[in-house]
C-alpha cells in the first residue's frame, strides 16, 4: 500500500514535490475509494489518483521520478564501480546542477510502516535511509551519509533492528549502489519486505511508452485466463465472442511493403522464427456464422483495453500499485471510467491495490467515480520548477463543477497559450 511518494531535484522538479494517497477526512463522499490499513492511527488511503497539468508541465516526469526510484532499488547491486547514474537533476538554475536528486517512497508491506529514500547524483550515492514503524513506533534501521567536504562516508547500522551481516553489507556497498539492493544480493532477511514491496508490489509503465498486448496474450493461453480477459473485454462493451492465438512462422507472413532484397534477406534469416498472433472472434450480423478478425483490423482503444486487460487483472489480484501516464490516451471517457471503476470498486478490488495516472481527461472532474482529494495538479512555476499539489488545497464545494472550474483556469495546469499572429 502506497501512502507517498515524494522527488526533488529531478528533471522538471526543483524543490520536493509530494503525491499522497491519504484519503482527506473532511470528505465524506464515495467512502468505496478509500479504505482502512488495520494500523493505529492511520488514515484510510485513496484507491486511486489522478494528475492534470498542461503539455510540459511536469506530470510524466512524476512517472519517471517512480520509475528511477524502482529501477534503481532493484538494479543498483549490479554494475561496476564508477559506472554512472542514470538521474537528472533540475538544470535550469545553477544551484541545482551539482546537488544530489532525492526519492522517497512510504508504504506498507505486511503490516508494518516503511519510509525508505535516497539522494544520489551521477557519480555516487550521497544519503540513504530506512525507517521502520512496527506497533507505529520509528525505528531506524540504517542509514548512510556522503560529506561533500570531507569526502568520507558515515554509517548508521542499527544492531537491534536489522539482523544480519551488516558489516560485510557495508563493505560489498559500492558508492554508487544503494545499501538495500546490496544488502538483498547477500541474503539479508530483514530487507526482504522493503525490496519485495519494489520488486512485487511496485509497477510502473514507462512515459509515453506502447503496452505490449503480448502479455495479456499469455494470459489467455490457458483457458482460465482467457475467460477472464474475455470477461474483462466483454464488461467494456467490446462484443468479442473469442480469442484465438496462432502461432506461425514469419517467413509465412506477408512482407509486401519491403523492398525486394530486404524481403528476401529476412525471410531467408528470420523464417523460421514463431511469433504469436491475436485473433478476436465475432459473429456476422446476418447468418450468426463465427468470424476471426486479423489484430490489425481492430481500433487502436480495442487493442489497447486488450494490452491493459493483463496489468489491470494482475493489480487486482496481488493488490499492486501502478503507476502509468496518461491511460486514457486512444481509450473513450466511458472505458477510462470503465477501468478507474474497477480500482475504486471495494467490491472488485478486495487486494487493496491502487492507481495513480495523469490525464487530460477533463470530464473525469465531473463524475460520481472520484472524491475531490483524488485530483491532483502540476503546473510550471515562474522559476520554471514543477509544482504538485491536490485540488482539494482549494476551498471547494461538495456539488462545484470542478471541470468548468478548472477550464476556466481556477486550479492551475492549464497552458498559458498566446494568440497566434502569424509568421
Request: aromatic letters at 12%; glycine letters at 6%; proline letters at 4%.
Amino acid at each position: 500500500m502506497l501512502i507517498e511518494f515524494s522527488v526533488s531535484n529531478y528533471l522538471s522538479f526543483c524543490e520536493r514535490q509530494t503525491l499522497s494517497m491519504a484519503a482527506s477526512s473532511s470528505y465524506k463522499e464515495l467512502d468505496d475509494n478509500s479504505f482502512l490499513t488495520d494500523l493505529p492511527k492511520m488514515p484510510k488511503l485513496l484507491r486511486s489518483s489522478v494528475i492534470y497539468g498542461a503539455n510540459a508541465s511536469g506530470k510524466s516526469n512524476l512517472i519517471r521520478g517512480a520509475m528511477f526510484m524502482w529501477d534503481f532499488v532493484l538494479n543498483s547491486a549490479q554494475g561496476q564501480e564508477g559506472d554512472k547514474i542514470d538521474v537528472y537533476p533540475f538544470l535550469l538554475n545553477s544551484r541545482n546542477t551539482n546537488e544530489p536528486s532525492i526519492f522517497e517512497m512510504i508504504f506498507i508491506e505486511g503490516g508494518v510502516r516503511y519510509q525508505y529514500g535516497f539522494a544520489v547524483t551521477r557519480l555516487r550515492v550521497h544519503h540513504e535511509w530506512l525507517i521502520a514503524y512496527p506497533k507505529n513506533r520509528p525505528q531506524r534501521w540504517f542509514e548512510r551519509y556522503y560529506d561533500p567536504a570531507t569526502g568520507k562516508e558515515s554509517w548508521d547500522l542499527h544492531k537491534k533492528f536489522l539482523v544480519g551481516n551488516k558489516e560485510v553489507w557495508k563493505d560489498a556497498t559500492r558508492s554508487n549502489a544503494l545499501y538495500l539492493s546490496t544488502a538483498i544480493q547477500l541474503n539479508s532477511l530483514s530487507l526482504r519486505p522493503i525490496f519485495d514491496w519494489f520488486d512485487k508490489r511496485l509497477r510502473i509503465f514507462r512515459p509515453h511508452s506502447e503496452i505490449s498486448q503480448e502479455f495479456s496474450a499469455s494470459l489467455c493461453q490457458d483457458t482460465a485466463g482467457r475467460l477472464q480477459v474475455l470477461k474483462f473485454l466483454n464488461q467494456a462493451d467490446l462484443d468479442i465472442e473469442e480469442i484465438k492465438l496462432e502461432t506461425r512462422n514469419l517467413g509465412d507472413l506477408g512482407m509486401d511493403d519491403l523492398p525486394g532484397e530486404v524481403r528476401s534477406a529476412l525471410i531467408k534469416e528470420m523464417s523460421s522464427q514463431e511469433v504469436l498472433e491475436i485473433r478476436l472472434g465475432r459473429s456476422m450480423a446476418d447468418t450468426g456464422m463465427p468470424i476471426l478478425l486479423p489484430w490489425e483490423s481492430e481500433s487502436r482503444g480495442t487493442q489497447k483495453l486488450f494490452a491493459l486487460a493483463w496489468p489491470w487483472i494482475n493489480i487486482l489480484r496481488q493488490g499492486q500499485i501502478l503507476f502509468m501516464d496518461e491511460m486514457d490516451t486512444s481509450l473513450h471517457h466511458s472505458l477510462v471510467k470503465f477501468l478507474i471503476g474497477m480500482i475504486n470498486s471495494s467490491s472488485l478490488n478486495t487486494t487493496k491495490a491502487q492507481l495513480v495516472s495523469t490525464t487530460h481527461d477533463t470530464a473525469l472532474l465531473d463524475n460520481d467515480i472520484f472524491r475531490r482529494d483524488q485530483f491532483w495538479m502540476v503546473e510550471r512555476s515562474g522559476d520554471r520548477c514543477s509544482e504538485l499539489y491536490p485540488i482539494s488545497d482549494f476551498n471547494i464545494e461538495k456539488d462545484e463543477p470542478l471541470q468548468k472550474r478548472y477550464l476556466e483556469g481556477h486550479y492551475g495546469g492549464l497552458p498559458a497559450l498566446k494568440q497566434f499572429k502569424g509568421w
